[in-house]
Every structure is written in C-alpha cells, then in structure tokens.
C-alpha cells in the first residue's frame, strides 16, 4: 500500500463534550481574528448528528451550512456557495459511530426503541466485505502434520476469479503455501505452510496440533486483496464511499473494530480532500479558515461527543503557509483554549421570544 492511513492507535483519543469543543474552537477563531464567520459542516444526515449541528450553530451565533451528505462524504460543489454566505469559515466534519460496539460494528438505540448499526450508511457498504473476509479466514485451515506445518485451501481460492459486480478475495496462496500440493483434500488441496509465513507467526503457530483450526487473523492484509467492479461514474452515495475507501478495505476488515476504522478512514481521505480543495481555491484570498475534524460518538441519538482527529487552519488566504494538525497536535491545540460560552440561551438563538 502506498499511501496508509494513520495508525488506529493514534486515531483512538479521548472524546470531548460537544459543548467544550466548539467553545474552544470559538475561542481559537476569535483569537485568530475571525469575523463575519459562517459555521460549515460535512455529517451523515442520520437524526443522531441534529443536535450536534444546531449546538455548532448555537456557538457561533449562525444556522450551519451543510457540505455533507449521507455517509459524511463532502460536496466540494457547495463549498462556493458556503463562501458567498459568510467572510470567514469554520469547518467541522467527520463521520459518526455508535458508542455501544458489538462484535466490532458501532450501535445506537433508535426512537423506536431497537438497537441498530450506525453509521448505517457505513455499515452497509462494509458488511459485504466483512462477510467475504471472515467466510475466508474461517474456510482456510491450518494443521499440523507428518513433516510439518499445512494448510488447506478450498478450491474457492485457488482460481482466480474475473472482475464481477459482487465482492471477491483473492488470497496470494504463493505466499500462504510452500511447493506443489500434496495432495487433494474433499474441497480443495493441501499444501505446506510457507516457511516465511511460519517464521512470522512462530508464537500464534507454536500451540497448533492435528486438528485443523482457521487461519482466522493471521489472514491479514499483506496475504490478501479485495476485487469488485466499481461503478465510477455512479453518484449514488454507497458507491462513491465504496470507490474511495476501497484501496484500504483489507487494513479495515483484519481491524478488531472494523466499523471504527471505515469511519477513520473515511474521515481521513474526506479531510484531507477538503483541505485540497481549500488551498486551491481559496489561496490569494482574504479569508480566514479553520476545519476540525473527526470522529463523531453517539451515545444516543441526542447526545454525542467528538473525537478530534485532524485540523487545518488558514490566515487571510495564505494557502501555502496553511497549518495541518495531526491527532495529538490537534487536541493540544484545543486543549490550550477557553471555554467560550454564549450569553444567550438557545431559544433567545434560534428566535423565540
Ligand atoms: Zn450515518
């Protein structure tokens, strides 16, 4: 892989309280001589980020403009009419996860009173693959026997397999197996195990016996790779989300918390084309620009908290001395502000007498 995403550890910081964050982040644009600013937001349309969005508004004293749409992936097309509704811009964005995980997929309890997988948007396009994933790490059998190490492959992952509409893996058996096959089993062919593949997993092999056991996660992504025939053109939600996370679908399946990491990732590569989409076409400008984002916890579909991930700021249109902030930097940076608080409450905000 020539680009990864950050690690998952450095991804994984503490949360904040909504009201803490964008009070900080009101004491930073104040700080950096904002005004005029208009509040900007890239979400999943889903109900449990509502709150959130009018909160942003509530802090900054203006109804949020949306860059977003289901799944959280940025329209860069709204970002020009974003900037004839304000001088200054504050971005937040980032995908959102239910707080309670269950076997690794993020769940929040509906008004309906049932619990369900969100993001939604995020999940459906991963189950697919998480499915293909886990079928093989479970089919593909290691054991132990006369002569060494072996390992049986079903014969589903022996041919190779042309492009198609439904996901497929392609295992690199040449790196899984060592020498021609030994001979046929009932659904496929035994082999022995690669000795650099033993020599790099000696401590969870060291225990394996005669019974075949799954090879499970030590099918891991230098030893697999995802193939589908991606729609491109298509504008349809899943499809775009599926075309720009695929590169990293193996690194987000073999996660101990799959559904976590796609919100990451996605996070990530939506970012990091927000902030390119800024410096070109906001250089040379007067404005001042600050984009947070990060990982969105619902605790309910009322009440989330935020993790801070990444951050961008950018004085009076100087897009090439624009600052980026990585996970730590971006949290010590918030960290050091105020918590601004607004002196109005929320009804006097929105109006009502
Ligand atoms: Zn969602």
């Not at 977003?68 to 996860?97: C, F, Q, W």
């Not at 989409?277 to 250089?283: A, M, N, Q």
């Not at 951050?311 to 918590?339: C, H, K, N, S, T």
Request: proline share 6%.
């Amino acid at each position: 892989m020539p680009i990864a995403p950050p690690p998952e550890e450095l991804l994984d910081q503490p949360s904040m309280e909504l009201m803490d964050l964008f009070g900080r982040m009101r004491s930073l644009t104040d700080d950096g001589g904002f005004g005029g600013t208009l509040p900007a937001l890239w979400q999943c349309s889903d109900e449990s980020q509502g709150i959130k969005k009018a909160l942003f508004g509530y802090v900054y004293n203006c109804p949020v403009f949306n860059l977003g749409r289901v799944g959280a992936l940025l329209d860069p097309t709204r970002l020009l009419p974003a900037s004839h509704h304000g001088r200054d811009l504050v971005i937040l964005g980032g995908s959102h996860l239910g707080a309670r995980e269950e076997d690794g997929v993020g769940t929040v309890e509906r008004v309906h009173g049932r619990m369900a997988p969100c993001c939604g948007m995020l999940y459906r396009m991963l189950e697919e693959y998480l499915l293909v994933y886990r079928r093989a790490a479970s089919l593909i059998t290691l054991f132990r026997g006369v002569g060494g190490l072996k390992i049986e492959l079903p014969y589903k992952y022996l041919f190779r397999k042309p492009l198609g509409s439904t996901v497929r893996i392609h295992v690199r058996w040449q790196r899984l197996v060592d020498g021609e096959a030994l001979r046929d089993s009932s659904h496929g062919k035994i082999y022995h195990l690669h000795r650099d593949f033993i020599a790099r997993h000696e401590q969870a092999l060291s225990d394996l016996g005669t019974e075949p056991r799954s090879i499970g996660e030590l099918l891991d992504p230098d030893i697999f790779s995802f193939s589908k025939q991606l729609d491109l053109e298509s504008l349809d939600t899943k499809a775009l989300l599926e075309a720009s996370v695929f590169d990293f679908l193996p690194d987000i399946v073999t996660s101990q918390r799959p559904h976590r990491r796609l919100a990451d990732v996605n996070t990530w590569r939506e970012f990091h084309r927000l902030a390119a989409y800024l410096t070109d076409s906001f250089d040379s400008g007067e404005r001042n620009i600050l984009v947070i984002a990060g990982l969105t916890l619902d605790h309910s579909i009322r009440r989330n908290t935020f993790v801070p991930q990444f951050g961008f700021w950018m004085e009076q249109g100087r897009a090439l001395q624009a600052r980026y902030f990585g996970p730590p930097e971006i949290r010590a940076l918030l960290d050091e502000q105020p918590v601004w608080r607004p002196e109005q409450s929320f009804l006097e905000y929105a109006g009502v007498e």
